[in-house]
């Protein structure tokens, strides 16, 4: 008949007792369990251990319509866990109310879109979110800390020389060497914090309710300390150094590109004052940037109107 040989697996399962009725031929394939096994378990029984943990913390109740439609993470005999997506109907059989449930294997489908999601959020290289997910979780921190009254610190640093090291050993050794800070950066932090790539060698740290402003600096310390071991690139051992910008909410901004600003401009503070240091912000960096910044632009425009004279 049509639900015995239907490709896709479909069992009937009891509304009161939870437990299966009846199985077809593709559910026996799909999940390998043998008919009498599927005949004594209920749903639960093949519920894959992430499912498991929704239900508990959402319980859904499937008795009040007569056609449900439902996601669901199974395991099967074997132990794979596979996504199904789920229709159900109810109906009577023998004067009791059971459901008969259609289930369609998803999982490479689910699988893909996980990996677009991921794409979208996380840097390939290193797999530390990258800028869009980075400032997102900026964002965040700083809404909780606006309605917790808390210190959110933002810190902004690069591997000093990076160009010279990639350029003299190569970009192969250039991309290890970013993964290996990556790995530092992320044990230097805590679970709650956030590092982000957010382009070539350029990292971001989001540190969430910091108790003090000098937390902040204890952070920088122990990420400074854990680069202070030798990168092993290609057979040699390298040393390495990174320059920190540090800044805090609310006292130097609120808003995300404010702060990364802020913490850019305290970065090259640190890169002026030798490297392999700290600095936080303070405003007159911000004065002396866009100083240097109109000068920059009024050296440009008098080499193009050729307004130099030699002396």
């Known amino acids: 008949d ?6 896709l697996p479909m069992w009937v399962r009891d509304d009161e007792t939870r437990a299966i009725v009846t199985v077809n031929q593709a559910a026996v394939d799909h ?13 639960r029984d093949i519920w894959d251990t992430s499912e498991q943990e929704d239900r508990m913390r959402t319980p859904v109740d499937m008795t009040g319509g007569q056609i ?33 449930a259609l289930l369609h294997d998803v999982t490479e489908r689910v699988r893909a879109e996980q ?41 902004f640093m690069d591997v000093d020389r990076f160009k010279n090291i990639n350029d003299t050993l190569g970009h192969d050794v250039g991309d290890e060497l970013l993964r290996q800070v990556s790995e530092r950066l992320a044990h230097s932090v805590r679970a709650s914090d ?17 108790a003090t402003r000098d937390d902040a600096a204890l ?5 400074m300390h854990n680069f202070s ?17 540090i800044t805090l909410c609310p006292d130097d901004g609120t808003e995300p590109e404010v702060l990364i600003k802020n913490a850019d401009a305290a970065m090259y503070k640190a890169k002026e004052e030798g490297r392999n240091t700290f600095r936080y912000y303070t405003p007159e960096m911000s004065a002396r940037a866009m100083r240097l910044l109109t000068l920059e632009g009024s050296l440009r425009r008098a080499l193009n109107n050729d307004e130099f004279l030699l002396h």
């Open 31 to 43: 999940y390998g369990y043998s008919r009498d096994e599927f005949l004594g378990m209920k749903l």
């Open 68 to 100: 449900s439609r439902l996601r669901r993470r199974h395991r099967t005999k074997d132990g794979r866990s596979i996504d199904v997506e789920v229709t159900a109907r109810a109906f009577e059989l023998g004067g009791r109310r059971v459901w008969l």
């Open 115 to 155: 990996k677009l999601v991921h794409l979208a959020h996380y840097d390939v290289l290193t797999g530390l979110p990258n800028r869009v997910l980075f400032y997102e979780r900026l964002k965040h921190a700083l809404l909780q800390a606006r309605r917790n009254n808390w210190i959110t610190g933002v810190m």
């Open 2 to 7: 049509i639900y015995e040989w239907n490709p």
């Open 219 to 223: 952070v920088a310390k122990k990420i």
């Open 194 to 210: 956030t590092v982000g790539r957010l382009g070539g060698d350029e990292f971001a740290v989001v540190l969430s309710d910091l």
């Open 229 to 245: 071991a030798p990168f092993r690139l290609s057979g040699a051992e390298i040393f390495v150094t990174t320059s920190i910008g």
